[in-house]
């Protein structure tokens, strides 16, 4: 059984800073893509960032430049560094973990992320 933890989420002003991370547990074969995802009030689940396990991050281009994600394989943690936080990140977020050899896929339980003045 995998489980994803994620934490770090809450309440920012406009231009500031947040930090999530996302722990993962159990059953996890060393290739695999962790990555973060964000769903706002009447949209769908958007991909935000993602990083394989051999360290190739993809982001989303409305991120790019703003946002760092990074991975500790030795924890199986991912974290997600948000910078110069807009309104319009204002969503759930969502860890993902896919294991590629098995081809199943993994979800945490979000946290949200309010920018607001």
């Known amino acids: 059984q995998v489980q994803l933890v994620e934490s770090g989420g809450g309440l920012v002003q406009p231009g500031e800073s947040l930090r999530l991370s996302c722990a993962a547990s159990?059953?996890?074969?060393?290739?695999?893509?962790m990555g973060w995802y964000r769903q706002a009030p009447g949209k769908q689940r958007e991909l935000v960032a993602r990083v394989s396990s051999s360290g190739s991050p993809i982001y989303a281009d409305f991120v790019k430049g703003r946002f760092i994600i990074s991975r500790d394989n030795a924890k199986n943690t991912v974290y997600l560094q948000m910078n110069s936080l807009k309104p319009e990140d204002t969503a759930d977020y969502y860890c993902n973990l896919h294991l590629v050899v098995y081809g199943m896929e993994y979800w945490g339980k979000g946290t949200l992320v309010t920018v607001s003045s």
């Open positions: 159990g059953s996890i074969n060393h290739i695999n893509i």
